[in-house]
């Protein structure tokens, strides 16, 4: 049995399948992004949403944390402030009773389930955004830089230039159009400068909430808001660069096929996976983009097969893959 876990800003994901193929269990526990949302709560914050989903999932499977052979949990943020790499690493400890896993960031759980863990190059845009890509072995990361200066074609990203052209609209500088009225019934504002009391006081400015705000923009680009149609093909084309730039870290030669594929809610709209598509199709040397063969934390299950050193094998992989695809990507 092994023990995937895809740590996220807004929600962390638990399942465990066992070597026939089989999901066994699934659970879904908060956010463990803790940099900003939990500030000063820090690693613990992230130690308690493990010990519940570790908790819950085992409960579903009717198994004990010990029954596990081996689990690899991915965490947002991981490696990004070595200070909290110990305290992360040990975090899973207490809850698990052994020592049978590791952590890594959960770029590694979008790259294994949407390529089968073989090298290529996955662009995860979730809240967040970033590349990760392996070859002959080696790994690269591009983008992750966090919601301050980074983060580019994320949920987050287009939240807030959504939120820019909204107060744009409402001023006069920019003629109104449909994305203004979305926002307005969405977030029930009594008045238009009632958005700063939302986004400031009640979610005091909180990532994930401010995110949740990415499926309204394509809302409103469907009805034919230019601006909201702008924010997404930009969004595509941020994702494309940091393919391009994967793709140089890791040495793939120029006439050589790079495998990509794709996580996170953001690719949800058409309109950025086709702009990333088609900017991809436009650069230099070949791509060949590919649906995703499973969703993250299943990527994250098959990785701590991989590190115990029994991965499934390609029946194992098949019967996987049979009972999932119809589910919807994380």
């Known amino acids: 049995m092994f023990l995937g876990v895809d740590g996220g800003g807004t929600k962390t994901a638990f399942c465990l399948v066992d070597s026939s193929g089989s999901v066994r269990a699934r659970a879904l526990g908060a956010g463990a992004y803790y940099f900003s949302d939990n500030a000063g709560d820090g690693v613990a914050h992230v130690a308690r949403v493990l010990a519940e989903g570790v908790t819950a999932v085992c409960a579903d499977a009717g198994i004990r944390p010990a029954g596990i052979a081996h689990a690899f949990f991915g965490l947002p943020g991981y490696g ?41 190059i996955n662009v995860i845009s979730g809240t967040g955004s970033m590349t990760y890509g392996e070859r002959a072995g080696k790994g690269v990361r591009t ?116 495998p990509v594929s794709y996580s996170g809610g953001v690719f949800g709209s058409a309109t950025v996976l086709d702009t990333f598509a088609r900017d991809l199709r436009g650069r230099e040397g070949g791509y060949d983009l590919r649906t995703p063969l499973f969703e ?3 990527g994250a299950a098959l990785h701590a097969a991989r590190l115990a050193g029994t991965p499934l094998d390609p029946t194992a992989l098949d019967a996987l893959r049979s009972t999932e695809v119809s589910r919807p990507l994380e």
Do not use: K, Q
Not at 97 to 108: E, K, L, S, W
Not at 150 to 176: K, Q
Not at 218 to 226: F, K, M, S, T
């Open 143 to 258: 983008g992750g830089w966090g919601e301050f200066f980074g983060d580019e074609g994320s949920a987050y990203w287009i939240a807030v230039r959504a939120l820019n052209v909204f107060s744009r609209m409402s001023d006069g500088r920019l003629p109104e159009g449909p994305l203004a009225g979305v926002l307005r019934r969405h977030l029930e504002l009594a008045g238009d400068l009632d958005l700063v009391d939302v986004v400031h006081n009640r979610w005091g400015g909180r990532r994930g909430e401010i995110a949740a705000l990415s499926p309204r923009v394509a809302e409103a680009a469907g009805l034919g808001d230019e601006h909201a149609a702008a924010i997404l093909t930009d969004a595509g084309h941020e994702l494309a660069l940091l393919v391009d730039s994967a793709r140089r870290g890791l040495g793939f030669e120029r006439g050589e096929t790079v």
């Open 80 to 120: 990004e402030a070595a200070g909290d790499v110990p305290a992360l690493d040990a975090a899973p400890r207490e809850v698990l009773g052994h020592d049978r896993y590791a952590c890594d960031n959960d770029m590694v759980c979008g790259w294994a389930g949407s390529l089968g863990a073989a090298d290529g």
């Open 296 to 298: 993250p934390v299943i």
